[in-house]
T-cell receptor
């Protein structure tokens, strides 16, 4: 079956702009999680959605938001971009609670803010 | 701060040797998972070990879990150049959040042919 698909793969934005990243999970998976990966902070949890409901949110400012659609596809949005938002954004899908089941990751979206 | 700390941060070995990396965490957990990441790409799940398990094997991988010490180790036997990657442990927080994975800092493994 098809894996987790993240689009776009690469993005370059300028400070102050906003960006929307997309994630299509594995068919049948209802849990989608988002992570930010940077060299300095490592992998940081952003949020997790299950059946269109946000179940958990990490310690990120309100500029970071997300949503999940009825077909389980998810988007995350970052408004008023800052240089420090440059990172690899990873999406993961699971069939159930992320900590109890294998998470399948997409290839990520590399965001560069200039 | 992150739940998991991995040790060593980097490890270089020759093909055929064994590689051992360790992970320590801070709070009680339900499960611990190990993931591999090839340079700048997505993570690949390797193994999940439950808090009531002490050891688990998958092919050339052996994972141990010591909940009394809040630590886990990943052993890769007979390593290959293709094992070159970063390895991360990930846990939940048993009494707080089971809906998210908390990743460690990772071990960068380099296997020379």
């Amino acid at each position: 079956k098809a894996g987790v698909t993240q689009t776009p793969r690469y993005l370059i934005k300028t400070r102050g702009q906003q960006v929307t990243l997309s994630c299509s999970p594995i068919s049948g998976h209802r849990s989608v999680s988002w992570y930010q990966q940077t060299p300095g902070q490592g992998l940081q949890f952003l949020f997790e959605y299950f059946s269109e409901t946000q179940r958990n949110k990490g310690n990120f400012p309100g500029r970071f938001s997300g949503r999940q659609f009825s077909n389980s596809r998810s988007e995350m949005n970052v408004s008023t971009l800052e240089l420090g938002d440059s990172a690899l954004y990873l999406c993961a899908s699971s069939s159930g609670t992320p900590s109890f089941t294998e998470a399948f990751f997409g290839q990520g979206t590399r965001l560069t803010v200039v | 701060s992150q739940q998991g700390e991995e040790d060593p941060q980097a490890l270089s070995i020759q093909e055929g040797e064994n590689a051992t990396m360790n992970c320590s965490y801070k709070t009680s957990i339900n499960n611990l998972q190990w993931y591999r990441q090839n340079s700048g790409r997505g993570l690949v799940h390797l193994i999940l070990i439950r808090s009531n398990e002490r050891e688990k094997h998958s092919g050339r991988l052996r994972v141990t879990l010591d909940t009394s010490k809040k630590s886990s180790s990943l052993l890769i036997t007979a390593s290959r150049a293709a094992d070159t990657a970063s390895y991360f442990c990930a846990t939940d927080a048993k009494y707080e959040d089971t809906d998210k994975l908390i990743f460690g800092t990772g071990t960068r493994l380099q296997v020379f042919p």
